[in-house]
């Protein structure tokens, strides 16, 4: 069973990223229709899910990405018999592998921003990007960002990490950060939101020394 677990993890990671090229490389579902036709010759008998996939690659691609990425046992099958990856070239194969990369680090920032209560404002007043962007992260997460905001993801990461070795409580995190600090002149959030997160990074890393693992790093970096 673990090992299942682990397989639709990668498939649904891959499938994540495989979204994010078609919107920028549109002629990938017609390759993945020409790879749908081998798959239909080579194992006539799953007829049922040949067709499905049939009617999902013609459909638009916000409409494509929410059957394909459903957490479900039919999204999860449906990803186990993909014509998409089989699609790309080596190129996009790899492209794919660094996107996941990313992906894995835009998602331990979200993990993060959800745990310490950042709103969507604060959110975009942090790193640098724009709100209506990093709400599409959840589905469309990007291939690649700038330095200085990898930087600033990275800080808030590290941040939310050092408070739960502080504090068990997700609650008692949302707090101090939003509660002055006699050290730092202002809560922690506000010197935050000025642009100053290595002072808060730098006042619990006195407390806790935290470090990002380097697993926890995007492969590109």
Known sequence: MANFTLDETRALQYHRA?????RTQPDLI?????QLERMRLKTPRALSIW??????????LDDLAEVILEDSPAGGHL???SPLG????????N?????IGMQ????????AANDLGLSATEQACLTGIDEAEISQWFRYPPDDVTPPVLARLKDIVSIQRALRGLFDSMDARQSWLRAPHESLGDAPLAVMMSGNLDAVREMLADQLR????RSDLPRSM
């Open 18 to 22: 495989l979204v994010g090229l078609l």
């Open 86 to 93: 089989n699609a790309l070239t080596p190129a996009q194969r």
């Open 104 to 111: 894995q680090f835009v998602d331990f920032f979200l993990t």
């Open 79 to 81: 990803r186990a018999n």
């Open 51 to 60: 067709q499905r996939w049939e009617s999902i690659l013609a459909m638009p």
């Open 30 to 34: 017609k390759r993945a229709g020409e």
């Open 95 to 99: 492209r794919i592998w660094r996107a």
């Open 210 to 213: 935290p470090t990002l693992e």
